[in-house]
T-cell receptor, first 116, second 109 residues
Framework: GAVVSQHPSWVICKSGTSVKIECRSLDFQATTMFWYRQFPKQSLMLMATSNEGSKATYEQGVEKDKFLINHASLTLSTLTVTSAHPEDSSFYIC????????????FGPGTRLTVT | GQNIDQPTEMTATEGAIVQINCTYQTSGFNGLFWYQQHAGEAPTFLSYNVLDGLEEKGRFSSFLSRSKGYSYLLLKELQMKDSASYLCAVRENTDKLIFGTGTRLQVFP
């Protein structure tokens, strides 16, 4: 199997605070993890690609100083939303890719962030 | 530019067959994925096409034509639990997946 977990599953925070979301591959090592954002009734938008041991690659329009990504080990990547604002409220989903010839991404269950 | 289009919504009747189309224009192509996503949940993998033709997996089949930039997902013997969003995603030359707009399918009894 290929299980990816996220923590927390939901979080409510006040405007101006920071929130950290963890993404873990539980039964495989993931050299590459991806962070997506999904607004209601919209599709997934790739925010950044996270490679273990190196800096993340951000998509155009995503502020790297606001969305801090750390991929410190082969099983853990974290996304920190700094100085959160209500417009950052969204569903954040991570995925992880197994090394090798398969290109399938395994998705975590998502984190619902609400900024008040 | 990148463009992946799907119909926004579709409805169908339990037991019927439905085809969800996806057209794409991307800077690179290394395969096309279909995912199912229930509301508030993460997407789950349905199929992967990298060569032209039809891939069949139980009640679900997926077709790809690279020359036409076109794919479809075919769902047979529809069940109520198939009500969900269906996402088409193209893998570009890197690991990146570019997702389409998604199609919300409602299955009625």
């Amino acid at each position: 199997g290929a299980v990816v977990s996220q923590h927390p599953s939901w979080v409510i925070c006040k405007s101006g605070t920071s929130v950290k979301i963890e993404c873990r591959s539980l039964d495989f090592q993931a050299t590459t993890m991806f962070w997506y954002r999904q607004f209601p009734k919209q599709s997934l938008m790739l925010m950044a690609t996270s490679n273990e041991g190196s800096k993340a690659t951000y998509e155009q329009g995503v502020e790297k100083d606001k969305f801090l990504i750390n991929h410190a080990s082969l099983t853990l990547s974290t996304l920190t939303v700094t100085s959160a604002h209500p417009e950052d409220s969204s569903f954040y989903i991570c995925s992880a890719r197994k090394p090798g010839l398969t290109y399938e991404q395994y998705f975590g269950p998502g984190t619902r962030l609400t900024v008040t | 530019g990148q463009n992946i289009d799907q119909p926004t919504e579709m409805t169908a009747t339990e037991g019927a067959i439905v085809q969800i189309n996806c057209t794409y224009q991307t800077s690179g192509f290394n395969g096309l994925f279909w995912y199912q996503q229930h509301a508030g949940e993460a997407p789950t993998f349905l199929s992967y096409n990298v060569l032209d033709g039809l891939e069949e997996k139980g009640r679900f089949s997926s077709f790809l034509s690279r020359s036409k930039g076109y794919s479809y997902l075919l769902l047979k013997e529809l069940q109520m639990k198939d009500s969900a969003s269906y996402l088409c995603a193209v893998r570009e030359n890197t690991d990146k997946l570019i997702f389409g707009t998604g199609t919300r399918l409602q299955v009625f009894p």
